[in-house]
Nanobody, 121 residues
Framework: QVQLVESGGGLVQTGGSLRLSCAAS????????MAWYRQAPGKQRELVAS???????NYADSVKGRFTISRDNAGNTEYLQMNSLKPEDTAVYYC???????????????WGQGTQVTVSS
């Protein structure tokens, strides 16, 4: 089995910072791609940031310059450093991974359970 476990959400004031973590565990052969999505009440889930196995990153325009996505050396944990937070960043943040299980199998998508981020004005 593969699990993605997020941590680091919480309540913060406007302008504050939070750091989210997502640890992938289980029988993993290789993680090709990891990302963070978020979903605010009444809105569709949207891509916030992504990072490839080679370290290439991509950000939604709304978070560019404020959020930074990274992965650890082993490649199984990703982080989202969120600075200068705004009330509109309030959402449930989900970890996403595109990976192959071990023994090597087809690529599959896995999601974390989500972590709440609330930014008060």
């Amino acid at each position: 089995q593969v699990q993605l476990v997020e941590s680091g959400g919480g309540l913060v004031q406007t302008g504050g910072s939070l750091r989210l973590s997502c640890a992938a565990s289980g029988s993993i052969f290789m993680i090709n791609f990891m990302a963070w999505y978020r979903q605010a009440p009444g809105k569709q889930r949207e891509l916030v940031a992504s990072i490839t196995s080679g370290g290439s990153t991509n950000y939604a325009d709304s978070v560019k310059g404020r959020f930074t996505i990274s992965r650890d050396n082993a490649g199984n944990t990703e982080y989202l450093q969120m600075n200068s937070l705004k009330p509109e960043d309030t959402a449930v943040y989900y970890c996403y991974a595109l990976l192959k299980r071990s023994p090597p199998a087809a690529l599959n998508v896995y999601w974390g359970q989500g972590t709440q981020v609330t930014v008060s004005s």
